[in-house]
């Protein structure tokens, strides 16, 4: 088939009806991946449909570049509505299973309903079966991917399933491929335990086709060679997803006890997970996702003390910021140990780390105390309660029942004044200090899947090499400036917005792209067009794309207003970042999140999106600029389409 | 690991298994030799993982089987494409 051919595949777990459809008329307009995935959603799921009942869906999609050379396009987008936010929930993994996928000839799989019994998918090519999972309830994600391949008799095939902690809806949960690679956030894994869908294993043995093989090829071996000299993948390669001192001279802003102060105080703790140790002492090898050059996945080994013999793929910058800064342990071992555990019972980590943070913040202040722990000690860095908490959320036991539903829920059950230590966006538990760097912050508070860098966040960091040159060229910014200035920063966040939402709906992984790879030497906008256009035979131009990833961004919008009561009072960072400026002595001291400026941020933001100022919505006029009139019809229809005005709508947030 | 190909021509590949990241963009590349497409299925060569030390295992027919066809060391290309596509280096070319 060629890129741009496949079908959607439709089950309904209720009934268990299976059916496809081509997927190419939704192609035209929303590309793949999560763009396909996001409009399925928008035109047939429910309104007021709660995210762990039947009624929610659950869709899968994989991108027209997957199954193909491309560089880094591995992707698998998980999208539903969000089981933490009630608004657009969407999360994306690597590894194998998008491509396995497409090769079986399939572009997205949507799921309805909900079993009585508990069952996994099976889909060889063409033969698709609903199969029993009773036997493979209760296991976690390792022992999920030993048990199928096993009883199937076929050691590669490709799956995702979720751990316990999905089985027992907690709402952080999320969902594995390929023992570690996990699509995190959003609580899709409860989404998929409440339909009672274990795993979906999947086989394809087809083939994909390219419209200009000559073509196709000679922009991916230039596209080999830059990002094979790109510094910073060359980082990657060598150390892993974890790579750079993220608390060197300038940036060493920190989660710290439930982001308490700003900073981690100690030097020697900062030594005892610099990169160095995790690749000295514990890297293994280098692994990579499919069709990805970059290979950022090292593996870790533990070889002496209590874990001895854990093998850990995948460390990332979050485990470090979550289990060290955030929760306080700095024993290399212990956090490879923690982050394994979250794997293994299918915990997102940034949510389960998250909740814990919270819920000792509460415990320091005399909120909680042993009656309300289950006679636990919070002590922070005592990794043993740690380990203990991840197991009783996941199973729901005790304490970790009422835990397992996110700080912000949690705190709404326990009250006591909690509230205020529950750092969350819209609902969902926040991993991203938000001090120092503005358009990281800005870009994670308004992201629609609620909080989380990756749906338009600019690491500013990553940017202050740039030359002015590339930062024209590729950016269109006269300069991006430092980290920590406002201006500048509202442009650049929509811009990464549109390049990521056409990422995720290509297939791409967003580390090859500009957005993490800084220009010239990553996959930038022009590779992207280019790449489609070649391979389906397409006539796009640049801003035709861009278009589409505006659209893209546009319809989780208008599913955000039609499924939430959100407005702009809800794009507002948490109030510490306001009020409890970075303590630390040093360059960072005193920097915080100005709120007239963020107002200032805001206007600007919704400005150039063509939204309603006041209440964050988008208008008409912009829907229908973007091929979404049927969207604008929907939202009118609900008494949730922006209205155009003028003059400024602060929000007073002296809350 | 050697894979004696072409014993007239005294050429090799010569495959060092640790070096592999398990990326597979020489099975695509190879795939694409001999049938024009990307087919998984319809290479020479395979690459997998095993078990959770992901121990990975590459193979290369020299012999066709059903659809998987025999290495012919990219005739017609310049040199063989897993060679050319393998980042990490893991597969390699001695003799001429």
Same mark, same amino acid.
């Given at each position: 088939?060629?890129?741009?051919?496949?079908?959607?595949?439709?089950?309904?777990?209720?009934?268990?009806?299976?059916?496809?459809?081509?997927?190419?008329?939704?192609?035209?307009?929303?590309?793949?991946?999560?763009?396909?995935?996001?409009?399925?959603?928008?035109?047939?799921?429910?309104?007021?449909?709660?995210?762990?009942?039947?009624?929610?869906?659950?869709?899968?999609?994989?991108?027209?570049?997957?199954?193909?050379?491309?560089?880094?396009?591995?992707?698998?987008?998980?999208?539903?509505?969000?089981?933490?936010?009630?608004?657009?929930?969407?999360?994306?993994?690597?590894?194998?299973?998008?491509?396995?996928?497409?090769?079986?000839?399939?572009?997205?799989?949507?799921?309805?309903?909900?079993? #009585?019994?508990?069952?996994? %998918? +099976?889909?060889?090519?063409? &033969?698709? @079966?609903?199969?029993?999972?009773?036997?493979?309830? !209760?296991?976690?994600?390792?022992?999920?991917?030993?048990?199928?391949?096993?009883?199937?008799?076929?050691?590669?095939?490709?799956?995702?399933?979720?751990?316990?902690?999905?089985?027992?809806?907690?709402?952080?949960?999320?969902?594995?491929?390929?023992?570690?690679?996990?699509?995190?956030?959003?609580?899709?894994?409860?989404?998929?335990?409440?339909?009672?869908?274990?795993?979906?294993?999947?086989?394809?043995?087809?083939?994909?086709?390219?419209?200009?093989?000559?073509?196709?090829? #000679?922009?991916?071996?230039? %596209? +080999?060679?830059?990002?094979? &000299?790109? @510094?910073?993948?060359?980082?990657?390669?060598?150390? !892993?997803?974890?790579?750079?001192v993220m608390w060197g001279e300038n940036y060493r802003e920190s989660s710290w006890r439930n982001f308490q102060g700003g900073y981690i105080p100690d030097p020697e703790q900062i030594a005892m997970i610099n990169p160095d140790?995790?690749?000295?002492?514990?890297?293994?090898?280098?692994?990579?996702?499919?069709?990805?050059?970059?290979?950022?996945?090292?593996?870790?080994?533990?070889?002496?003390?209590?874990?001895?013999?854990?093998?850990?793929?995948?460390?990332?910058?979050?485990?470090?910021?979550?289990?060290?800064?955030?929760?306080?342990?700095?024993?290399?071992?212990?956090?490879?140990?923690?982050?394994?555990?979250?794997?293994?019972?299918?915990?997102?980590?940034?949510?389960?780390?998250?909740?814990?943070?919270?819920?000792?913040?509460?415990?320091?202040?005399?909120?909680?105390?042993?009656?309300?722990?289950?006679?636990?000690?919070?002590?922070?860095?005592?990794?043993?309660?740690?380990?203990?908490?991840?197991?009783?959320?996941?199973?729901?036991?005790?304490?970790?029942?009422?835990?397992?539903?996110?700080?912000?829920?949690?705190?709404?059950?326990?009250?006591?004044?909690?509230?205020?230590?529950?750092?969350?966006?819209?609902?969902?538990?926040?991993?991203?200090?938000?001090?120092?760097?503005?358009?990281?912050?800005?870009?994670?508070?308004?992201?629609?899947?609620?909080?989380?860098?990756?749906?338009?966040?600019?690491?500013?960091?990553?940017?202050?090499?740039?030359?002015?040159?590339?930062?024209?060229?590729?950016?269109?910014?006269?300069?991006?400036?430092?980290?920590?200035?406002?201006?500048?920063?509202?442009?650049?966040?929509?811009?990464?917005?549109?390049?990521?939402?056409?990422?995720?709906?290509?297939?791409?992984?967003?580390?090859?792209?500009?957005?993490?790879?800084?220009?010239?030497?990553?996959?930038?906008?022009?590779?992207?067009?280019?790449?489609?256009?070649?391979?389906?035979?397409?006539?796009?131009?640049?801003?035709?794309?861009?278009?589409?990833?505006?659209?893209?961004?546009?319809?989780?919008?208008?599913?955000?207003?039609?499924?939430?009561?959100?407005?702009?009072?809800?794009?507002?960072?948490?109030?510490?970042?306001?009020?409890?400026?970075?303590?630390?002595?040093?360059?960072?001291?005193?920097?915080?999140?100005?709120?007239?400026?963020?107002?200032?941020?805001?206007?600007?933001?919704?400005?150039?999106?063509?939204?309603?100022?006041?209440?964050?919505?988008?208008?008409?006029?912009?829907?229908?600029?973007?091929?979404?009139?049927?969207?604008?019809?929907?939202?009118?229809?609900?008494?949730?389409?922006?209205?155009?005005?003028?003059?400024?709508?602060?929000?007073?947030?002296?809350? | 690991?050697?894979?004696?190909?072409?014993?007239?021509?005294?050429?090799?590949?010569?495959?060092?298994?640790?070096?592999?990241?398990?990326?597979?963009?020489?099975?695509?590349?190879?795939?694409?030799?001999?049938?024009?497409?990307?087919?998984?299925?319809?290479?020479?060569?395979?690459?997998?993982?095993?078990?959770?030390?992901?121990?990975?295992?590459?193979?290369?027919?020299?012999?066709?089987?059903?659809?998987?066809?025999?290495?012919?060391?990219?005739?017609?290309?310049?040199?063989?494409?897993?060679?050319?596509?393998?980042?990490?280096?893991?597969?390699?070319?001695?003799?001429?």
């Open positions: 088939m060629n890129v741009f051919d496949g079908d959607v595949l439709r089950i309904n777990l209720s009934n268990q009806q299976i059916s496809t459809e081509p997927s190419r008329h939704y192609m035209k307009r929303f590309l793949g991946g999560r763009g396909v995935n996001q409009w399925i959603l928008f035109n047939e799921l429910p309104v007021n449909t709660d995210p762990l009942s039947p009624n929610n869906i659950i869709t899968f999609g994989t991108g027209p570049l997957v199954g193909t050379l491309t560089p880094g396009a591995c992707r698998l987008s998980i999208d539903s509505k969000n089981a933490l936010t009630n608004g657009i929930g969407s999360s994306n993994c690597g590894g194998r299973f998008a491509s396995e996928l497409r090769f079986a000839g399939y572009n997205n799989i949507v799921v309805k309903g909900c079993s #009585e019994t508990p069952v996994y %998918l +099976l889909i060889d090519d063409d &033969r698709v @079966e609903i199969r029993d999972a009773s036997h493979i309830w !209760g296991l976690t994600t390792w022992e999920t991917d030993a048990m199928i391949k096993k009883e199937i008799n076929d050691n590669q095939i490709q799956m995702v399933y979720i751990g316990p902690a999905g089985e027992h809806l907690v709402r952080g949960a999320c969902i594995v491929t390929d023992l570690e690679k996990a699509a995190g956030r959003c609580g899709l894994g409860a989404v998929m335990g409440s339909k009672k869908l274990k795993a979906i294993a999947v086989r394809g043995r087809g083939s994909i086709s390219v419209k200009d093989p000559q073509a196709f090829f #000679e922009i991916v071996d230039g %596209l +080999l060679e830059k990002l094979g &000299r790109n @510094e910073f993948l060359k980082r990657r390669g060598e150390y !892993g997803i974890y790579c750079q140790v995790f690749l000295k002492k514990f890297k293994q090898k280098s692994l990579s996702c499919f069709s990805c050059p970059i290979h950022c996945r090292a593996l870790h080994e533990i070889k002496e003390g209590p874990y001895t013999g854990l093998i850990s793929e995948g460390l990332e910058n979050n485990d470090i910021q979550l289990f060290g800064a955030k929760l306080n342990v700095f024993e290399p071992s212990i956090i490879l140990k923690l982050r394994s555990l979250c794997n293994q019972y299918g915990l997102d980590t940034d949510n389960a780390a998250g909740v814990i943070a919270w819920a000792y913040e509460c415990y320091q202040r005399g909120i909680l105390n042993e009656e309300i722990t289950d006679g636990l000690r919070y002590e922070w860095g005592d990794f043993e309660t740690y380990i203990k908490l991840l197991k009783t959320i996941t199973y729901r036991k005790g304490f970790g029942d009422i835990l397992a539903e996110g700080s912000k829920r949690a705190s709404e059950i326990i009250g006591r004044g909690s509230g205020q230590y529950s750092i969350h966006i819209k609902g969902q538990e926040l991993m991203e200090q938000l001090w120092v760097d503005k358009g990281w912050a800005l870009g994670t508070v308004l992201s629609q899947r609620g909080g989380t860098h990756t749906r338009g966040a600019v690491l500013g960091s990553r940017f202050t090499t740039l030359s002015l040159e590339d930062s024209k060229k590729y950016y269109s910014m006269e300069n991006i400036g430092k980290p920590n200035q406002y201006e500048g920063k509202v442009k650049l966040v929509t811009y990464f917005e549109k390049i990521q939402a056409l990422a995720d709906s290509l297939g791409l992984c967003t580390f090859a792209t500009m957005i993490w790879a800084p220009a010239p030497d990553a996959i930038n906008q022009t590779d992207m067009t280019r790449l489609l256009n070649v391979t389906a035979g397409l006539d796009f131009e640049e801003g035709d794309l861009l278009i589409m990833g505006e659209r893209i961004h546009n319809l989780e919008k208008a599913f955000n207003c039609l499924h939430t009561d959100w407005t702009r009072e809800d794009d507002y960072p948490p109030i510490r970042f306001m009020r409890e400026p970075i303590k630390m002595e040093g360059p960072l001291k005193g920097e915080y999140l100005d709120v007239n400026k963020w107002d200032e941020m805001l206007d600007e933001y919704y400005e150039l999106h063509g939204w309603d100022r006041e209440t964050s919505r988008p208008t008409k006029e912009i829907l229908e600029k973007l091929d979404l009139n049927d969207v604008a019809e929907v939202l009118k229809k609900s008494g949730k389409l922006g209205k155009k005005r003028s003059g400024n709508n602060f929000v007073n947030i002296n809350r | 690991m050697i894979f004696t190909l072409f014993p007239e021509k005294h050429m090799r590949i010569i495959v060092d298994h640790e070096k592999c990241t398990l990326c597979q963009l020489c099975v695509l590349a190879c795939s694409f030799h001999h049938a024009k497409l990307f087919n998984m299925n319809r290479a020479s060569i395979e690459v997998n993982a095993y078990g959770k030390e992901r121990k990975i295992k590459i193979i290369i027919n020299e012999q066709t089987e059903e659809e998987k066809l025999a290495c012919d060391y990219c005739e017609g290309e310049r040199e063989p494409l897993c060679i050319k596509y393998c980042i990490p280096k893991a597969l390699n070319i001695k003799g001429s």
